[in-house]
């Protein structure tokens, strides 16, 4: 089984960009989906992207369609969520996630978590 360490949050403005990053340990990366999500203060955990097993499909919540970009590199065993066009209600705790076989929105489906990157976007 992975195991999931988030990276690359931090402070931006909006309009701004940062890129997460989420390092699975193990050979069996390419045998997994991924998926980010995110927790905004006093909120549920909600679905934001994911990838399949090769990278060919993506799916995106209708919030962030068009500003975030999921992708990912099985050679070096991480998983990427690029976002542009930052707003303040994108504040959260994003989370990167895995799951045998194939991706989902449902964070049911995700079996290992990563331990959380706070991003915070200020007005």
């Known amino acids: 089984q992975v195991q999931l360490v988030d990276s690359g949050g931090g402070l931006v403005q909006a309009g701004g960009s940062l890129r997460l990053s989420c390092a699975a340990s193990?050979?069996?990366?390419?045998?997994?989906?991924m998926g980010w999500f995110r927790q905004a203060p006093g909120k549920g955990r909600e679905f934001v992207a994911s990838v399949s097993l090769n990278g060919a499909i993506t799916r995106y919540a209708d919030s962030v369609k068009g500003r975030f970009t999921i992708s990912r590199d099985n050679a070096k065993n991480a998983v990427y969520l690029q976002m542009s066009s930052l707003k303040p209600e994108d504040t959260a705790v994003y989370y990167c996630?895995?799951?045998?076989?194939?991706?989902?929105?449902?964070?049911?489906?995700?079996?290992?978590w990563g331990q959380g990157t706070q991003v915070t976007v200020s007005s």
């Open positions: 996630a895995a799951r045998r076989g194939a991706s989902t929105i449902r964070q049911s489906d995700y079996t290992t």
């Open positions: 193990g050979r069996t990366f390419s045998t997994y989906a």
